[in-house]
């Protein structure tokens, strides 16, 4: 089973940038897709970006423009990059590994909070 780790997140104000890296255990060049969510309090989980082992990317529309998910498969890292913060870009983001027929795996999160 793929151990994933989360890092990067923090306290930030309005309009600022962070910078979340996801670290994997496992070669990422063999999953289908690796993908970020975030959760807010109270709120669902939800996806925020993806990208495919071919490298096409998919985001949420909340994010299109100001989030950039990226993959380095020699350092087994899937990184986005988040720029134009606000302040419901808050919340615990996690992220996610696919290969399927095999179950997915899951980060622990890491916490973002954006300050108006």
């Known amino acids: 089973q793929v151990q994933l780790v989360e890092s990067g997140g923090g306290l930030v104000q309005a309009g600022e940038s962070l910078r979340l890296s996801c670290a994997s255990s496992?070669?990422?060049?063999?999953?289908?897709?690796m993908e970020w969510y975030r959760q807010a309090p109270g709120k669902q989980r939800e996806l925020v970006a993806e990208?495919?082992?071919?490298?096409?990317?998919m985001y949420a529309d909340s994010v299109k423009g100001r989030f950039t998910i990226s993959r380095d498969n020699a350092k087994n890292t899937v990184d986005l990059q988040m720029i134009s913060l606000k302040p419901e870009d808050t919340g615990v983001y996690y992220c996610k590994a696919n290969n399927w027929p095999l179950p997915s795996a899951w980060g622990q999160g890491t916490q973002v909070t954006v300050s108006s």
């Open positions: 496992k070669n990422i060049f063999s999953m289908k897709t």
């Open positions: 990208i495919t082992s071919g490298g096409s990317t």
